[in-house]
Nanobody, 122 residues
Framework: QVQLEESGGGLVQAGGSLRLSCVVSGTFSSIRIMGWYRQAPRSQRELVADATGGGKTTYANSVKGRFTISRDSAKNTVSLQMNSLKPEDTAVYYC????????????????WGQGTQVTVSS
């Protein structure tokens, strides 16, 4: 089993900052991607940012220049520093990873955290 534990959500005023953190634990062979998605009410879940083990990062256009993802592969942690927050950033943020099992198949499976609420007031 793979578990993802998120922390760091909360309520902040527009223009403020929050930092989300996630630690991946359990039994797995390797992790390919770690990242964050978010889902606002009545909207689909969308990618916010992710990072590969090789250091490649991807950001949603709406957060470029404001959010920074950082990954510590040795500790299996990923963080999201969110600056200049806007009311439209309000959503439940989910930590996400793709990890392989110790089954020799070389397949990667998606795992999700339970989500942490981020609310930005105007």
């Amino acid at each position: 089993q793979v578990q993802l534990e998120e922390s760091g959500g909360g309520l902040v005023q527009a223009g403020g900052s929050l930092r989300l953190s996630c630690v991946v634990s359990g039994t797995f062979s390797s992790i390919r991607i770690m990242g964050w998605y978010r889902q606002a009410p009545r909207s689909q879940r969308e990618l916010v940012a992710d990072a590969t083990g090789g250091g490649k990062t991807t950001y949603a256009n709406s957060v470029k220049g404001r959010f920074t993802i950082s990954r510590d592969s040795a500790k299996n942690t990923v963080s999201l520093q969110m600056n200049s927050l806007k009311p439209e950033d309000t959503a439940v943020y989910y930590c996400y990873t793709e990890a392989s099992k110790n089954d020799g198949l070389g397949l990667f499976y998606a795992y999700w955290g339970q989500g942490t609420q981020v609310t930005v007031s105007s």
